[in-house]
């Protein structure tokens, strides 16, 4: 189950990524390494600063594959991946939620500190999108007006407060993925972003 | 004392790596990471390279608590720090004296050669403004006219040079680091700086 | 024979990234900088990700003394290197194909798919271009009309396939890299490039 949503979160990264990557005018090839780093770029700094190398992608070339669908998905359908622009949503906020337990989780087994274990999850699930938008020259949008990694942190705190309860850990794993999940909901149905401090 | 003289040279680099975040109107997430990355990308950098993971910041949570509190001071007083530039660049070259030092000795313990642990006191002290200006968007200061990180060359050579003497360490580190720091009061007053060649 | 190989295409990287700083007009530090990640930054972020640390620079300072070799001869001779122009592309293709094949092995030695070292030498003789395109505030060239790294990716397969013929390593080292050579002068030579995809 938990590897099916990274399945599908990482597929729904790449797809984004690409997309981006074609409206910037990338060649293929350009195309082909932002859909990477969108969907694996995150775990890939999280595993070379906690030395887990070689990194994730590296060990199992099924996330190569899986890239390379979303490639060829986002580059076949780039006409009509408008209409589907909700699903895409909802397969990148998946994303969002399964990265970020997935860092939380990395973190633990690595003995790190909460606070820092909350860190990982951060970027697992959201510096594919920094280096993506670094890459496009372009200053990364959730430095900008975004609330995405927000979540992230907040999901961490949610992860590590209900550890303190006991519960059991599928428990866990199964509320801190839905309140990521709804929280990224409504901050885009609410329109809920930070904006920069006035100055 | 080498411990304070790194929690200062830290908090400094958080607060100006703050300060250029809010002037490029970034969100409170993208001041909070460039505050971040301006305090340990260069230590970062360095032990990535080495192999020392998970990376310093990881293994010691008050490098977070120390960030955190340099945001928020760099937040709250963001309309009175003209008044403290001069504290806050005796700070800042503090920490250019300390973090180059501080690669340095990671440098001789990881046993490399001289010319390497000089390469990576200069990256642990000048590497996190050079993070910082790409995540802005900007070719790096220190790569256009700055003469920043050569001081931390020159610094690294005069410690290589002082050990050959075979002068105790706590004295070669005191010289090395007031080299530094004097140096850099000398290149800010006397308008050092370093300029494109003619072509 | 390989060493001398490696030591050419080095010059020849370091050479190129230093004019192209100098065209961006940044100052000494900066032209040495781009010089040394256009030289050896594909293959420090290939030995990160496979946790070979430290890195292969750091592990030789002969690499220090040929870039520094390479910044000099590219100050001295800027006015004169446009003479120099065919002898410095035939020396980058050299170091196409060497540093593929240096990725490739590496891969090989650390037990990786076929899939994930061709990535690695994909990795290795295109990503100190990418890394000196970020730092200089660029979109990647490669990832704009080049077919510089696909051409590595094909030299790659070529490889994997010979291995299957059994053939000895010798004549497989010497085949992969006569195409990747051949590949490269046939698409400047023909105006071969990648172009963005129509949408």
Chains 1, 2, 3 share one sequence.
């Not at 074609?22 to 780093?37: Q, S």
């Not at 590296?58 to 408008?82: C, E, Q, W």
């Not at 979540?151 to 509320?175: N, P, Q, R």
Request: net charge positive; glycine share 10%; proline share 3%.
């Amino acid at each position: 189950m938990f590897y099916l949503l990274d399945i599908i979160g990482t597929m729904a990264f790449a797809v984004s990524g690409a997309l981006t990557a074609m409206n910037k005018k990338l060649d293929p090839f350009g195309v082909y390494i932002i859909a990477f780093v969108t969907a694996v770029g995150g775990g890939t700094l999280r595993d070379i600063m906690i030395g887990r190398t070689p990194v994730g992608w590296m060990r199992d070339p099924n996330y190569v594959y899986l890239i390379t669908a979303g490639f060829f998905l986002a580059i076949i359908f780039r006409k009509k991946l408008d209409h589907l622009r909700i699903s895409l949503f909802l397969f990148d906020t998946i994303g969002l939620g399964v990265f970020t337990l997935i860092g939380l989780e990395k973190g633990i087994n690595t003995g790190l500190h909460p606070v820092i274990c909350i860190a990982l999850g951060t970027m697992t699930a959201s510096f594919g999108g920094v280096i993506r938008d670094i890459l496009c020259n372009e200053i990364p949008v959730i430095f900008r007006r975004e609330i995405y990694a927000t979540i992230c942190i907040i999901g961490g705190m949610v992860f590590f407060g209900l550890k303190k309860t006991g519960l059991e850990k599928d428990a866990i794993y199964l509320i801190t993925s839905c309140v990521i999940i709804i929280l990224r909901l409504m901050a885009v149905k609410f329109k809920w972003y930070l904006s920069p401090l006035e100055q």
